[in-house]
């Protein structure tokens, strides 16, 4: 079983960042893949980094590349999501995710854990 808590969401402008932390309890999180997902109001909750058990692979949806960076932090059980330069349609609830899988994975049916989510918004 593993817990997952976010923190780090709050209200930003155009332009500016945050970074969202995930902190996992349990002794086995080196074993997990880790995952960002995000949903927005009336929308389905959708991929937007992951990181492989390791740290060594990551993978990003193709509208955050080059804005976010996805890393872990395994002798803290903790996932990070550094987001630069963002958007109001980066606007959405962040969820933190657990996979047994060790692989960066975006297919978020592969996740077992979810946290309860932390909320981002941007201003215009």
């Known amino acids: 079983q593993v817990q997952l808590v976010e923190s780090g969401g709050g209200l930003v402008q155009a332009g500016g960042s945050l970074r969202l932390s995930c902190a996992a309890s349990?002794?086995?999180?080196?074993?997990?893949?880790m995952g960002w997902f995000r949903q927005a109001p009336g929308k389905e909750r959708e991929f937007v980094a992951a990181?492989?058990?390791?740290?060594?692979?990551?993978d990003y949806v193709d509208s955050v590349k080059g804005r976010f960076t996805i890393s872990r932090d395994n002798a803290k059980n903790s996932v990070y999501l550094q987001m630069n330069s963002l958007k109001p349609e980066d606007t959405a609830v962040y969820y933190c995710?657990?996979?047994?899988?060790?692989?960066?994975?975006?297919?978020?049916?592969?996740?077992?854990?979810w946290g309860q989510g932390t909320q981002v918004t941007v201003s215009s």
């Open positions: 990181i492989s058990w390791s740290g060594g692979n990551t």
């Open positions: 995710a657990a996979s047994f899988s060790r692989a960066a994975i975006p297919d978020r049916m592969h996740y077992a854990y």
């Open positions: 349990g002794r086995t999180f080196i074993s997990y893949a």
